[in-house]
């Protein structure tokens, strides 16, 4: 069996490759999503495993801010829907994880501003990986920071067997929204075409009382992510009006709903949401995509929870759930447990 090291990865293209054979995955370890973060001035570390030959598993972790005050200056690392494995050295996630939270302690130990390490693997959630990072001194974070469980469609079928799969009240209104004149689509990947997503946005988030992303992150995975053409804004209009905007991003056959945005009231005879999703399932099929990823639902049907509205939406196009892992915290000082229940409180407050 090969000897497995750390070694330091510089070469997009090697890093790449490892994407091209790494199972459970997402685009955020990917080259442009690292070169998005690095251009919002946050440090990154590239975390490379290598049998000797090739690398077989990595961890581009990011350096967050968590406090500036009273004094006291503390940040913390964020590895998200990672460490990404070669599906060959799958079986070995054991050790591999092991010799990268050993380096993200040595990491921790130079920099004494770093208060813990945050993890969010896009591997799907069962006992015996829990057991994993329980054994490696990990506990479960109180809160996550992208989706822990996530709604996600087969897209292979013809269109017309996609639509049978739906709710009929979702299906109606992508037909009423195909026969309606007055109501248009826009794809584009520039500036002017995030303007009015960011407009929609605002009132999104005012309605919906989540964190909302800066301009800055908003504008930078555009930036990068359409370098490699692996995203898309799309625009719905009513009579020249944005009603709904959406973000989607491709990458290695699956196409995410990572960002959403709609009008507070939109007209009824313009369903502009479910139109954007159907024009954006049709363009992932169009790209070779085999899976549409709504992105985040709620973990239960309980209508208080914050995303009950939206969950209801996403599973209308039919589907099924997918549980990650739950995001886990590595800890290196006292200061993680004063931010462990002021994200307690923030989670219930936002009823997540």
């Not at 990917?30 to 690398?55: C, F, H, N």
């Amino acid at each position: 069996m090969e000897k497995l090291t750390i070694v330091e990865v510089k070469d997009k293209f090697q890093w790449q490759d490892l994407n091209e054979r790494a199972i459970h995955k997402t685009f955020l370890q990917s080259w442009a999503a690292q070169e998005w973060r690095e251009a919002m001035g946050l440090k990154i570390y590239l975390l490379g495993v290598s049998d000797g030959t090739k690398l077989v598993a990595g961890a581009s972790l990011t350096e967050m801010p968590l406090i500036k005050r009273w004094g006291i200056k503390a940040n913390f690392l964020f590895l998200p829907h990672g460490p990404i494995i070669d599906e060959a050295y799958w079986s070995r996630r054991s050790e591999i994880l092991s010799i990268l939270i050993s380096e993200i302690r040595g990491i921790c130990q130079k920099n004494k501003s770093l208060a813990f390490a945050r993890i969010q693997p896009a591997w799907p959630d069962n006992p015996e990986d829990r057991k994993i990072f329980r054994e490696l001194g990990l506990i479960m974070a109180p809160i996550f920071i992208v989706p822990e469980i996530t709604w996600c469609l087969n897209i292979t079928p013809a269109e017309d067997e996609l639509l049978k799969g739906m709710r009929k009240t979702t299906r109606y209104l992508i037909r009423k929204g195909l026969n309606n004149s007055k109501l248009s689509i826009k794809k584009g990947k520039d500036k002017s075409d995030l303007k009015d997503f960011l407009s929609l946005y605002r009132q999104t988030v005012g309605r919906h009382r989540f964190r909302a992303f800066s301009l800055d992150y908003l504008e930078k995975e555009l930036e990068h992510l359409s370098r490699e053409d692996e995203i898309l804004v799309l625009n719905a209009y009513y009579e020249g009006r944005p009603i709904a905007s959406a973000m989607i991003v491709f990458h290695q056959g699956t196409a995410y709903y990572h960002q959403g945005a709609s009008e507070n009231e939109q007209p009824k005879d313009a369903p502009g949401s479910y139109l954007i999703q159907w024009e954006a399932i049709r363009e992932a099929k169009r790209r070779g995509c085999q899976i549409y990823n709504f992105w985040g639902i709620a973990h239960s049907d309980n209508p208080r929870h914050g995303y009950h509205g939206l969950t209801l939406f996403k599973k209308g196009f039919g589907g099924y759930r997918l549980d990650y892992l739950p995001t886990q915290d590595l800890i290196f000082n006292w200061l993680y447990w004063s931010n462990y229940l002021v994200e307690k409180y923030r989670r219930r407050q936002r009823r997540i």
